[in-house]
C-alpha cells in the first residue's frame, strides 16, 4: 500500500490542525493504521494506532486527550486531528501501515509501509 500524508502547516501554540494520510493500491481495512512523528535530531515516536475497523484506539501519553486517531475506509483514508497543539509537537509527521493480522502498530518497526511525512510546526 502506498501512502500520502498531507494537512501539516504553521500554527499557533493552542491552535488544530487536521493530518490526512491517503492510501491507494490496496484498501486499508487489510491494515492497522498508526501516526509517528520525528524532530529534529531525534528517534521516530508513536503517537496514535487505529485497528482495521477503528473500534479500537492507543495514544502516546503526551498527546492523549489532545489527538484523535480516525479512519474513513471507504475512502481509503485516515486522519490525525490535532487540538491544544503545543510547540513540543513541531515534528515531521508520518502516516504508517501494518497488516492488520500483527494487532498494534506502536513501534517503526512492525510498519510495512510509510507515507512521505507531513512538516508541523507550533510556534508563535
Known amino acids: 500500500v502506498q501512502l500520502q500524508a498531507s494537512g501539516g502547516g504553521l500554527v499557533q501554540p493552542g491552535g488544530s490542525l487536521r493530518l490526512s494520510c491517503a492510501a491507494s493500491?490496496?484498501?486499508?481495512?487489510?491494515?492497522?493504521m498508526g501516526w509517528f512523528r520525528q524532530a529534529p535530531g531525534k528517534e521516530r515516536d508513536f503517537v496514535a494506532t487505529?485497528?482495521?475497523?477503528?473500534?479500537?484506539?492507543d495514544y502516546a501519553d503526551s498527546v492523549k486527550g489532545r489527538f484523535a486517531i480516525s479512519r474513513d475506509n471507504a475512502k481509503n483514508t485516515v486522519y490525525l486531528q490535532m487540538n491544544s497543539l503545543k510547540p513540543e509537537d513541531t515534528a515531521v509527521y508520518y502516516c504508517?501501515?501494518?497488516?492488520?493480522?500483527?494487532?498494534?502498530?506502536?513501534?517503526?518497526?512492525?510498519?510495512?509501509?510509510w507515507g512521505q511525512g507531513t512538516q508541523v510546526t507550533v510556534s508563535s
Open positions: 493500491g490496496r484498501t486499508i481495512s487489510l491494515y492497522t
Open positions: 504508517a501501515a501494518s497488516s492488520r493480522h500483527y494487532g498494534d502498530l506502536m513501534s517503526p518497526g512492525q510498519a510495512s509501509s
Open positions: 487505529i485497528n482495521w475497523s477503528g473500534s479500537s484506539t
